[in-house]
């Protein structure tokens, strides 16, 4: 107890039970969420802050993510180049306060799709935490315990979702707690677009994001963080998934000066499929620290990470990939890769791939790379006609390509023009 007592200085002064139970009154949740948080402010006040020590924490200084005040109250209303509702599909606007904004097209609507305040969806209360518990972690207790924008999104059972949901997250100022459900329903199809942007200064975001996949369905979750220079922030997000069941995960991150993600899933049936496919690009002085984990615990379950970073500058990016087979999940198999190009002398990569494989038979195979830009592969573009940078810039979009394509169709046109876009501002300020 004196080490959680020492360690709430390093605690944001906005949690504790006065400022949870008000927010907890002023969303108007139930005894049960109500219960929730409060569990999760005990686990949070008896986490300690964690050290370089860590195993996970050894690149990331935890103290540069901790919130120091909460969010005022603002409005999406003035968010610049508000994007269109996806063509069969819905948006969903988040601010840090207020209820979420949420437009439906038609067959959206038809088909069922649900889209509630966290707080409002009294059927999927049982579901918050029970794929990202406050006990993963203390960002996780911080969000269960603080999140004060939360947005429910149901698939109907049997549903072919012909269009994206696109969630926009707009960090301001401050503090940013925000939280997503998604579940997509048996034998159904969806995708969900979650695109966190920032509109301040000075903006620190605790996300968490938690995806169930139920028996024979397949969902699609696209995250993409481009938050401004300045801003640090803190992702989780975990997949569950059910018998049969696949999630493909397609993370770009982009922004922000100081970031840590955490994404995964949990493969809990048997036949369960799921594959993350990555994108960092890092400039100037950013942070970038990624985790994944795929844990198996069924048999006859298959993972597949494809993990891709690009650095200029004086950027830094660490990643750790675990994968973990529980014991008798025979049959199984897992596959990680992560590369990395540094187009500077100063940028940095660390990468440590794990496997954790408690049984036999099962198959798993897993790779990593550094390297700087082959001087070799520019100067043959050179010698061809093509200045140095748009030689560079062909030689980052072919390092990227076989993991462009892994993504699914429908996603690969706009998130390519994303990834391209990118590069080119990327590149750019190095002529």
Request: glycine share 8%; aromatic share 4%; charged share 25%.
């Amino acid at each position: 107890m004196a080490e959680a007592v020492l360690q709430m200085k390093e605690h944001p002064s906005f949690l504790n039970n006065a400022s949870v139970s008000a927010l907890s009154e002023e969303l108007g949740e139930s005894e049960t969420l109500r219960a929730k948080r409060q569990d999760a402010l005990r686990t949070l006040l008896e986490t300690p802050l964690p050290d370089r020590v860590r195993h996970l924490w050894r690149y990331t200084d935890a103290k540069k993510l901790i919130p120091r005040r909460s969010s005022s109250s603002a409005s999406l209303k003035g968010l610049q180049n508000e994007p269109p509702v996806p063509h069969g599909g819905a948006l969903i606007l988040i601010s840090p306060q207020g209820r979420p904004q949420v437009a439906l097209s038609h067959e959206a609507e038809k088909a069922g799709l649900r889209v509630l305040p966290l707080a409002e969806a009294r059927d999927a209360e049982g579901l918050v935490g029970s794929v990202v518990p406050p006990t993963l972690g203390l960002f996780e207790a911080m969000s269960a315990a603080g999140w004060s924008s939360g947005v429910f999104v149901g698939v109907p059972k049997n549903v072919d979702l012909p269009g994206p949901v696109h969630i926009v997250l707009s960090a301001q100022a401050g503090a940013f707690l925000p939280r997503v459900l998604f579940r997509c329903g048996e034998l159904s199809r969806a995708t969900i677009v979650e695109e966190h942007v920032g509109t301040g200064d000075l903006v620190q975001v605790i996300s968490v994001t938690e995806v169930i996949v139920d028996e024979g369905a397949q969902a699609q979750h696209v995250l993409l963080q481009r938050l401004n220079e300045g801003s640090t922030g803190h992702f989780t997000t975990r997949g569950r998934l059910a018998q049969n069941a696949n999630l493909a995960t397609i993370l770009a991150s982009f922004g922000g000066t100081e970031i840590k993600m955490d994404l995964g899933a949990i493969l809990a049936g048997p036949g369960a499929r799921s594959e993350i496919v990555g994108f960092v690009l890092g400039e100037g002085r950013q942070r970038m620290d990624h985790h994944t984990v795929h844990d198996h615990r069924a048999p006859h379950t298959s993972s597949n990470i494809d993990f891709k970073v690009v650095l200029t500058d004086r950027a830094r990016s660490a990643y750790t990939g675990l994968i973990r087979i529980e014991e008798k999940m025979a049959g199984s198999e897992a596959f990680q890769e992560n590369r990395n190009l540094l187009l500077s002398e100063t940028a940095r990569a660390d990468t440590i791939p794990e496997l954790e494989i408690l049984t036999d038979d099962v198959q798993c195979s897993h790779g990593a790379t550094v390297s700087p830009m082959d001087p070799e592969q520019v100067f043959y573009l050179e010698s061809r006609g093509l200045p140095w940078r748009e030689a560079e810039r062909l030689i980052v979009r072919g390092f990227l390509e076989e993991t462009i394509s892994r993504v699914p169709d429908g996603l690969r046109e706009p998130f390519e023009e994303i990834v391209q876009e990118r590069i080119k501002h990327f590149l750019h300020g190095r002529e």
